[in-house]
């Protein structure tokens, strides 16, 4: 509808429902759902060379929290749990850690190596040019 309102000055369903609209920063929700898999892994202790908690050569635990560069050292496996909980709410509420995890997430990625994959279009222009092949073929 290319009105503001409706027919009757009322602000129409969807005019109303934008003011709800819950926004969601994807650095952060990237954030957020590798420290609960990492969380959940380190309590069922499972860890790997990609895990963000590994034990220390000292017999504590090394604990980088996923892209941010900074590494923290903790001597109990409660402080580590305790340090990932609070990780958890600050990333929800602490503003300066906040831009820390935009800061790290925000970075763009290492471009992949190899040849870059097929667009749609490119798929398509493709499939017809070997359709009208084959027809072509057919047809002698």
């Known amino acids: 509808m290319a009105n503001d309102t409706t027919s009757s000055g009322k602000a129409s369903f969807w005019q109303d429902a934008q003011k709800y609209v819950k926004t969601e920063k994807k650095e952060i929700a990237a954030f957020l759902n590798g420290l609960s898999e990492q969380k959940k892994a380190f309590q069922q202790g499972k860890s790997n060379a990609r895990s963000w908690v590994k034990e220390a050569k000292t017999g504590g635990f090394n604990v980088k929290l996923g892209k941010i560069p900074t590494t923290f050292e903790f001597p109990t496996k409660e402080q580590v749990v305790k340090f990932l909980d609070d990780a958890e709410n600050a990333a929800k509420e602490d503003a300066e850690f906040i ?7 925000g970075e763009p990625t290492k471009p992949r190596r190899g040849r870059p994959a097929k667009t ?7 499939a017809a040019a070997k359709a009208a092949a084959e027809k072509e073929a057919a047809k002698s």
């Open 99 to 105: 831009a820390e995890i935009e800061k790290a997430y």
């Open 120 to 126: 749609a279009e490119q798929k398509a222009a493709e």
